[in-house]
């Protein structure tokens, strides 16, 4: 199965793919409920759903957010949500997925709860937390404008807020035209050494590249990048602020949201769409079992995938998703995500076992 | 039968010193114990208690040998230039005859005040090699390529000599103003030129002092932090702090191996440490002894202008081009040399301003800067009294076990720390009041140091006469020696402030959401945004902090006017 | 016995030291001291620096830890190395003047000399009138508002006699307080102190390493080098009759006489010296043994030099003036003598040239025997 050529994602190999991961190991911690649970009573607030007791969230009075945006992006995200709900205060912890799934993880095992909402960029440490119990299932009534492809299995525990991909950049001042990548083997052209960039293990993005161009081109492909000497970073944030001063001449995991972002500030970069696809990686948020403020939490995750939210997700300058949802409008720059070819992993127990192995590859990529 | 007074239990010297004392060992050790503990953890490195121990991690430290090599290179260079340097101020402004020598000398601190951090931002711009700021101006000059790459090794020993290498100024500085200028005077008598003497008289005389600080600033050095993250992280160059920092931050974070590579840094800087008490072990901490020489300076003829000169450009170079780098940066929306006048925007302030993690990052910024400083200065004070003056058992050792987390670089203590309260069961992790007991603790040598540099310049009759007139401990403490020591408390109070408010190694890995201090706030900027975002924010900080150290510093005058003026 | 604004003078006490032991490392400062010191006198430990009398001195305080021996205050054990007990000063009821005055200056003058007083939670207008008193007897009485800061070294001296006698304590402890002022102040200050003992009454050991102010302000003196003690004895007993060389040297200056007993030519209480160059020299033996060789001390302001020959048959020759050196109040000559040198003060008169041939002679009370070393 992991030498043929991704297929388009469906149910069933998600489900298939759950399932296994559920069976396979042990379970720790809370219990996933295996049936399906209804929430107590939808009520409709603003203009979406919601199965969390508002009154009772009000009272908590504050959900905390781990996240892996950008600092500005999740303040922005959180000031939306404080706006519609002024009585929640909220606080946040970023760090890259890698980091931020390890803090909290740290923090249960020394039984400290202290996370409401956990947002991760890649889906391996989301299937581990669910694995050990840690997200709560809540059966958001917002659910329903959502694919299950594009849900936890079964549903409930995480969700995809939001689709990210990438694609490559370059800078105009300092890549030829006639050098400009527009293939991905284009960035083993050994004119772009120590001159390119991508990002750190720590990404979820970054593995879902590492995993799709893998089994596209082979499994020499990223020996042959790391002849490159590329450098790595924690942020597109910072991979788009160095591509744009010339710093480095190509970016090989250019998100297209960062591409945007910059270039509305007026940097001489261009994007280019591969041809055989561009590696997709959903934002997956979901409420964390023993949350210290657990109706805040649901009601927090269900204004997430409300159109309310996902209109923030989407139209943030600074965050940029494609939203998943059934009825969502175009990207802020007309496109659709249906105008892209996004690849995903067709087997997700794979791609989340292949984990550890793409670590310690990249990490030897990275020169550490 | 001896004048005896009726007086309710006190405890005495003794006991207290015993709790106090007991309860700072305990916090320097607890986390260095779970350090080592990690470090032997081999098995499932996530399974705490460790499944099993070996030496395995540090046998698997081989692989990362090119890492150790980076750090030394980088260590031994900075050590050189921050020496070379801090002899160069250090002579000029205690042995030449420089217009403007004090105020000169007051100015050297400023580095100090702009953080190795922001200094390395400042620097990232200045002299990236494509996108730095001077690169850009050689380039416009005609030039091909870039004139300086600052995310070199030598780049970075660079900025780490300029701003952490301060220390290097002062206690060389120390050393020659503690020199009988008479020495020099006898040679320029028998017909010695300048050059001369300063070869064959100064040289000799300082150099045990000049080494006590090279082994110093190399401790130091060994574990610099923000440099090698700005400037090293982008060229694929990792020392071990910050090879360790990216281990325990990715998925599945490698706690063992980073734990092996600090305990690796901890030993030699333990090493360093000891080597450099033992050069020192003299005059410990008293590098101005009771009688201070007030050295006439040296006429140094027509050099006195170039050598003011020389000072204005250290000056300019560690202060005031990042200041104004930043200050340029913070207001384009991308930042560079040669801007269109589009580029220039405000909104990074408008942003910076109106991030709450900002606000909040700076308000508990000045919270803990004040909270450090004022329990840190009874404490240090307390402890200094103890190991000093008290004159009870085991003082030696306290101090010595005191004065470790100098030997433990504060990211590698922080990790410590932060599996060490993980477990505690009152719930202080992830909250400010961690963050509070980690900066007593890995301040704890610079707190005693200040202090007791200047407790041991108060002469011990002083306390004695008290004694005669029958005070007990606690009354003469009270009455005499703090008073006596208000300056110097101060002083600390106010050095324990700075450095709690610029701190970064432990800070970054002991936040929690609603515990977010400003320097790992302004580097997760760093990573997160934009250059130019994180510029706005860092001088921010630089503003806030001044404001409050003026607002403080006016607040102490107050308080050391003396008695019976 | 109360002074004359009618605060109670204190009760003295005695104190006692025992085979006093302090040691550093290897070095024995204090080897094996005992002397006691009776309600009210005034004791000088007298001797060169490194003797161990300022050992003694904080021993005594408490402020140095002993290795061994016994000390009393007023019959308490404060110190005793057996039952390891040590009473830590600020209990021992002393007080103590220190030669760096150790003034605080960080209070006032009045604030200094009431620290005591305040300690000891007397109340305000009690210290008011004490310190009043106090500052009155050392004459400092305008300066009590002054920062202790600004006072020159003489006014800081007054004020730490002032703030060490103030809360009436039973002993008093003088670490060299002089030896900081000029000679002419120390000279003035000498009488003042000794004025102060007087109507206080307070038992006070007082350690110098000057010997003018040791004659004048002693009842006794104890003469110490390298930690023992050489001699106890009032000023005039230490300098007329002392025991050996270092004492005889020490305390005045002596010409050292040594020679061969001739026992069988004593007689009318005096002993016979047959120096090596056969001069024979009278001197009293004072109740001395002494055994086939023996010295005598000769002071050097008891020789007398004259023209002509005295009168009396014992202690007198020719000697030769070798150098004469003006000292102002006194002359001194160095003369040959029995072929060595011998030295001679006399109060000055006309000079006398080098090389004049005089007769020298000595009263035979004035050669003190000394005891077999």
């Keep these: ?368 | 039968m001896p004048a005896g007074r009726a007086r309710s239990w006190r405890p005495g010297p003794a006991v207290v010193s015993l709790v106090v004392g007991g309860a700072a060992v305990l916090v320097v050790f607890y986390p260095i114990v779970y350090l080592i503990q990690a470090s032997l953890s081999v098995g499932d490195p996530q399974a705490r208690p460790p499944e099993a121990y070996g030496l395995a991690n540090f046998v698997d430290l081989a692989r990362y040998a090119h890492i150790f090599w980076n750090t030394i290179v980088v260590s031994v260079v900075a050590t050189a230039l921050a020496i070379v340097l801090g002899f160069a101020l250090g002579w000029i402004l205690t042995r030449a005859n420089v217009p403007g020598r004090e105020a000169l000398e007051q100015l050297m601190a400023l580095p100090y005040y702009v953080t190795p951090l922001m200094g390395a931002l400042a620097w990232s711009l200045i002299g990236s090699p494509s996108g730095g700021f001077l690169n850009q101006v050689w380039r416009a000059l005609g030039g091909e390529g870039h004139l300086i790459d600052i995310t070199t090794p030598y780049g970075i020993a660079w900025v780490m000599a300029l701003f952490e290498g301060s220390v290097a100024f002062v206690m060389i500085g120390a050393v020659m103003k503690s020199m009988d200028p008479a020495l020099e005077e006898a040679s320029q008598v028998l017909g010695g030129s300048r050059l001369r003497t300063m070869l064959k008289i100064t040289l000799p005389l300082v150099l045990p002092g000049v080494l006590g600080a090279a082994i110093f600033v190399f401790a130091e050095m060994l574990g610099s932090f923000s440099a090698a993250l700005v400037l090293g992280l982008p060229n694929r160059f990792y020392v071990v702090t910050t090879a360790m920092y990216q281990l325990v931050s990715q998925y599945p974070p490698r706690f063992p191996q980073a734990a092996a590579m600090g305990v690796s840094l901890f030993a030699v800087m333990f090493a360093m440490v000891w080597i450099y008490r033992r050069i020192v072990s003299r005059g410990s901490y008293v590098t101005i002894t009771g009688k201070a020489f007030r050295p006439r300076a040296m006429d140094v003829g027509g050099l006195k202008w170039p050598l003011f000169a020389v000072c204005l450009v250290y000056l300019f170079i560690a202060v005031v081009l990042p200041v104004l780098t930043l200050l340029y940066a913070s207001f384009q929306r991308l930042a560079t040399a040669f801007p269109r006048l589009d580029n220039f925007t405000l909104a990074n302030y408008v942003t910076a301003l109106s991030l709450d993690a900002v606000r909040s990052a700076l308000a508990n910024s000045l919270i803990l800067g004040v909270a450090t400083a004022g329990l840190g200065v009874f404490l240090m004070g307390f402890l200094s009294w103890l190991i000093y003056r008290s004159r009870l058992p085991g003082a030696g050792a306290i101090e010595y076990v005191l004065m470790f987390p100098q030997a433990v670089p504060r990211l590698v203590f922080a990790f410590g720390m932060l599996w060490a309260w993980l477990v505690f069961p009152i719930p202080i992790y992830g909250t400010l009041w961690l963050l509070l007991i980690a900066y007593l603790t890995v301040f704890l040598p610079l707190g005693i140091r200040t202090i007791s540099g200047v407790m041991l310049q108060i002469d011990r009759t002083l306390e004695e006469s008290a004694q005669m007139c029958g005070a007990s401990w606690g009354y003469r403490l009270r009455t005499v020696t703090m008073p006596l020591l208000r300056p110097g408390l101060i002083a600390a109070a106010l050095l324990l402030f700075i450095a709690s408010v610029r701190e970064l190694g432990a800070s970054i890995l002991l936040m929690g959401p609603k515990a977010k201090v400003i320097t790992p706030a302004i580097v997760e900027a760093w990573f997160s945004t934009s250059t130019e975002q994180t510029a706005a924010m860092a001088l921010l900080q630089t503003l806030a902090v001044a404001l409050a150290l003026i607002f403080l510093f006016a607040v102490a005058k107050r308080a050391t006017r003396p008695a019976g003026e | 016995m109360t002074s004359a604004s009618g605060v109670p003078a204190s009760r003295a006490a005695s104190i006692e030291v025992n085979d006093l032991v302090v040691q550093y490392g290897n070095v024995r400062a204090v080897r094996g001291v005992s002397f006691s010191v009776g309600a009210g006198e005034h004791l000088t430990l007298l001797g060169p620096s490194g003797c161990g009398k300022t050992t003694t001195l904080r021993a005594i305080a408490g402020l140095e830890k002993p290795t061994g021996g016994l000390i009393r205050i007023d019959g308490a054990v404060v110190y005793d190395s057996r039952s390891r007990t040590q009473v830590p000063p600020e209990r021992r009821g002393l007080s103590m003047v220190f030669q760096s005055y150790a003034i605080w200056p960080h209070m006032t003058v009045f604030d200094n000399v009431a620290y005591g007083l305040r300690v000891r939670r007397e109340p305000e207008s009690e210290i008011a009138r004490k310190v009043g008193w106090a500052l009155g007897l050392v004459q400092m009485a305008e300066l009590a508002s002054r920062s202790a800061s600004k006072l020159s070294g003489g006014q800081q001296q007054r004020v730490a006699l002032a703030r060490a006698f103030v809360f009436s304590p039973s002993v008093l402890l003088f670490d060299e307080p002089l030896s900081n002022l000029d000679a002419k102040l120390r000279a003035e200050m000498r009488v003042e102190l000794k004025e102060l003992q007087r109507q206080l009454g307070i038992t006070s050991v007082y350690v110098t390493h000057d010997l003018e102010e040791a004659l004048a302000i002693s009842d006794r003196i104890i003469v110490m080098r390298d930690g023992v003690i050489e001699q106890i004895g009032t000023p005039a007993e230490i300098y007329e009759l002392p025991r050996n060389a270092f004492v005889a040297d020490f305390v005045g200056s002596a010409n050292l006489i040594r020679g061969r007993r001739r026992p069988e030519l004593d007689g009318d209480g005096l002993v016979v010296l047959e120096t090596p160059g056969g001069t024979l020299v009278h001197g009293v033996a004072h109740g001395r043994r002494a055994g086939t060789e023996a010295v005598f001390s000769a002071r050097t302001v008891h020789l007398q030099l004259s023209r002509e020959r005295p009168r009396g048959e014992r202690n007198v020759w020719t000697a030769r003036v070798r150098s004469r050196v003006f000292q102002g109040d006194f002359t001194q000559y160095h003369l040959d003598w029995d072929g060595r040198r011998v030295v001679l003060r006399c109060v000055t008169a006309d000079p006398v040239a080098e090389g004049t041939d005089l007769f020298l002679s000595v009263d035979p009370r004035h050669c003190i025997l000394l005891e077999d070393q």
Excluded at chain 1, 314 to 332: C, E, F, I, K, T
């Design chain 1, 1 to 368: 199965m992991s030498d043929s050529p991704p297929r388009p994602l469906t149910r069933r190999c998600f489900l298939e793919a759950g399932a296994a991961a559920l069976a396979a190991a042990p379970i720790l911690g809370g219990t996933p409920r295996a049936a399906a649970q209804a929430p107590a009573k939808v009520t409709k607030v603003h203009d979406f759903s919601t199965g969390a007791d508002i009154a009772k969230a009000e009272q908590e009075g504050e959900v905390v957010y781990y996240g892996h945006d950008s600092e500005p992006a999740i303040a922005a995200l959180l000031e939306a949500f404080r706006k519609d709900f002024p009585k929640i205060k909220t606080s946040y912890v970023r760090l890259q997925t890698g980091a931020l799934y390890a803090k909290i993880t740290a923090e249960r095992s020394a039984n400290r709860f202290l996370v409401d909402i956990l947002q991760l960029s890649d889906i391996s440490p989301a299937i581990d937390f669910q694995k050990k119990g840690g997200y709560e299932s809540h059966l958001s009534p917002e659910l329903a404008a959502y694919k299950p492809a594009y849900q936890s299995t079964p549903p409930g525990y995480f969700t995809w807020v939001g689709v990210t991909f990438a694609g490559i950049a370059y800078n105009r001042g300092k890549v030829k035209p006639e050098q400009a990548p527009k293939a991905w083997k284009d960035i083993l052209n050994p004119t772009f050494k120590d001159g390119i960039s991508a990002k750190l293990a720590t990404s979820g993005m970054q593995h879902a590249q590492w995993y799709m161009l893998r089994k596209l081109y082979g499994n020499d492909f990223w020996q042959e990048f790391a002849r490159q000497r590329p450098r790595g970073f924690d942020a597109r944030a910072q991979l788009f602020d160095r591509l744009a001063k010339g710093d480095d001449r190509v970016c090989a995991l250019a998100e297209y949201a960062g591409y945007t972002l910059f270039k509305e500030k007026g940097a001489d970069i261009d994007f280019a769409a591969p041809p055989d696809g561009l590696p997709a990686t959903p934002a997956i948020l979901g409420v964390v079992n023993r949350a210290p403020h657990p109706e805040a939490a649901k009601l927090f995750a269900d204004w997430a995938l409300s159109n309310r939210g996902q209109a923030v997700y989407q139209n943030q300058p600074l965050l940029l998703y494609g939203s998943l949802r059934n009825d969502a409008p175009p990207m802020p720059t007309g496109k659709r995500l249906s105008d892209f070819k996004l690849l995903f992993p067709s087997d997700w127990a794979d791609f989340q076992a292949s984990h550890a192995m793409f670590v310690k590859e990249w990490n030897g990529i990275m020169g550490l």
